[in-house]
């Protein structure tokens, strides 16, 4: 004799297929939810500018990318301060010049509660001193970063890494070797205003250049440890990946003729009166 089919507890037959094709959700309705960051967790955002299409722009970009959500924008100073207490993001985006408090006012409060990566059209050198000066994590200028570079420096932000595009870099640069300038013979043949060199190149950088034969991106990276960088900023500041950074740093020390780090700075900054181009420091 056969088995009774199954029924449930109001006595109607029940269909085995049914029950279990309820259970499945249709990834077709399903509600949308942000994309998890490789490790797992969503950075939350504040995007702080006073132009709303920027803002717009901007919250649409991030909110695109995996493992990232803006949880608020702010057209001044105040309302982002008050937009981070609320929602205690991960990073905050902070343009320069907005109405009312700036963000240079709001700066200082900012960084007491979350990572701060200044975003501005504003180059200015004494600006860009100014932010770093007071807790910014990084300097990224308009124009000079794309959009992959923008959700990295946002996920490195996070983890307190620093990221200057070019300007920002040239800015912070000349605040740093100006005081070893004058140690340096001068420069038979400076570069003119109407040339400027495309990349980070200080007089130092410009008459080691002509010394060492170093290239471009080399007296970039040369100036960047002269700083004090570690290998990790460098990668971070100059948008390329460590392993390349350790292989500018080799090329560079055996240019330099230098064994190490700190006798390629002293022979870059010209403070080993030992060293040349063809001798090695000792």
């Not at 963000?103 to 975003?119: F, I, K, N, Y």
């Not at 912070?172 to 043949?189: G, K, Q, T």
């Not at 990668?235 to 780090?261: D, G, M, Q, W, Y």
Request: charged fraction near 20%; proline fraction near 9%; include cysteine.
């Amino acid at each position: 004799m056969p088995d009774a089919p199954h029924t449930e507890a109001h006595g109607r037959t029940a269909a085995p297929e049914a029950r279990t094709t309820r259970t499945r959700p249709d990834p077709r309705t399903a509600p949308l939810r942000p994309h998890p960051a490789p490790g797992g967790r969503t950075l939350r955002v504040v995007v702080a500018d006073d132009n709303q299409v920027v803002r717009a722009g901007l919250s649409a970009l991030l909110g695109a990318r995996p493992g990232i959500r803006v949880v608020a924008e702010a057209g001044d100073g105040h309302r982002a301060l008050a937009a981070t207490r609320h929602h205690r993001p991960d990073v905050v985006l902070l343009d320069v010049r907005m109405p009312g408090v700036d963000g240079l006012a709001a700066l200082p409060h900012l960084v007491r509660l979350a990572p701060v990566l200044m975003l501005t059209y504003s180059r200015e050198r004494d600006t860009v001193q100014r932010a770093l000066g007071l807790g910014a994590v990084g300097y990224l200028v308009h124009g000079e970063f794309t959009a992959d570079q923008l959700a990295r420096a946002v996920r490195d932000a996070h983890e307190g890494h620093a990221h200057l595009t070019p300007s920002a870099r040239n800015a912070l640069l000349a605040h740093l070797v100006a005081p070893a300038v004058p140690h340096r013979p001068a420069v038979s043949n400076p570069p003119t205003s109407a040339e400027p060199p495309s990349r980070l190149q200080s007089a130092v950088g410009e008459s080691n250049r002509a010394a060492h034969g170093l290239s471009s991106r080399e007296v970039e990276v040369m100036e960047l440890i002269a700083s004090g960088m570690s290998n990790q900023q460098i990668a971070a500041t100059c948008f390329i990946s460590e392993k390349t950074v350790k292989n500018h740093i080799n090329r560079i020390f055996a240019k330099l003729h230098a064994p190490n780090r700190s006798a390629a700075i002293a022979t870059w900054l010209g403070t080993n009166p030992s060293s040349s181009p063809r001798t090695a420091p000792r």
